[in-house]
């Protein structure tokens, strides 16, 4: 499965709330997320863009995942390989004693809404500010692009402007703003 | 925690299985493991003494675990990090994507059973015959050598004779029977 997926930085969320419920977009749920991301001993993630994230949920659920190569253009469409965990300390562990090495943490709340294919996210991420993610997922390659057309007009009636897109991961931009920060 | 364990080579289980009973040592159950062994693309795990294996049990549990290098002498004690996961086909497409290869596959079914501080693992391993596993755990590293001992005298009292004794693990012996083929 590939997941097609812009996001946008807001200057909030009212005005997107807003029209999301004027859709009849369905709340799914409320979610606070910790990402720890690691590094490969063999390759920097970060020249070679792909990612390996220990994810940690409000309710204690552990997912891992892998994140390929960004695919797409305007979007950040990549290949996702999880797994769920049962114990956070010993998945890091065993994962440090594999040389792959912890280079930043995101921490976020996220809204989650459905509409049609869509996925909403309304996200707050600490120290970064206020996005938004709309994704759909498809099961073949061919369909990137014109999934990718779909989910920019979804954007456009959502009142999300294309200037907004930032193609930059969470990732990148907590740890650009640490290099800013030195 | 340290497991402190002794493998002995048997003729069959047996005798081993009559003496358990004398002592109504408890029977807790049968398993059967299959053991996907995978190697560093950093290091050779078989020089190193790690080892990084994916444990699928007979009723599907799936079960990640990194074993330090051993670190006593007769035994073959080690450090052993262990994490439970949901899914077998994933977890194992996300080691092959951190550059993990697989590099063996034991197959085994045990019966296991609990004499006082002993866990007793009569086991059948395909392609390589039957052994015991008999094993302690401490929580102390300065504890290691006393529980060996006790172990062997355990091994004693069960029958299993001191030439019986193995020291390479069954990814070693399987390895091993794989070069002899050659």
């Known amino acids: 499965m590939f997941e097609v997926e812009v996001k946008y930085r807001v200057p909030n969320h009212d005005a997107i709330r ?3 419920k ?3 977009a369905k709340f799914l749920e ?3 997320e910790t990402d720890i991301y690691l590094n490969s001993p063999l390759r920097d993630f970060a020249k070679t863009d792909e990612a390996l ?3 940690v949920y409000g309710d204690g659920t552990v997912v891992l995942t892998y994140k390929g190569p960004r695919i797409g253009n305007v979007g950040k469409t990549r290949e996702e390989l ?3 965990a049962n114990d956070l300390d010993s998945l890091l562990e065993i ?3 594999l040389d792959f090495r912890e280079v930043a943490k995101v921490v976020k709340r996220r809204d989650i809404y459905n509409y049609e ?3 909403i996210y309304l996200d707050t991420v600490e120290d970064l500010g206020s996005f938004v993610e709309v994704e759909t997922m498809v099961n073949d390659k061919e369909l990137i692009n014109r999934a990718t057309d779909e989910v920019l007009q979804f954007g456009d009636k959502l009142g999300l402007k294309r200037e907004w897109i930032e193609k930059r991961t969470y990732l990148e931009l907590v740890l650009e703003r640490g290099n800013e920060r030195r």
């Open 82 to 84: 999880s797994v769920t």
């Open 95 to 97: 994962l440090r004693r």
């Open 30 to 32: 409320h979610t606070e």
């Open 22 to 24: 004027a859709l009849n």
């Open 117 to 119: 294919n869509f996925t």
């Open 53 to 55: 994230r220990v994810r």
């Open 18 to 20: 807003d029209r999301l």
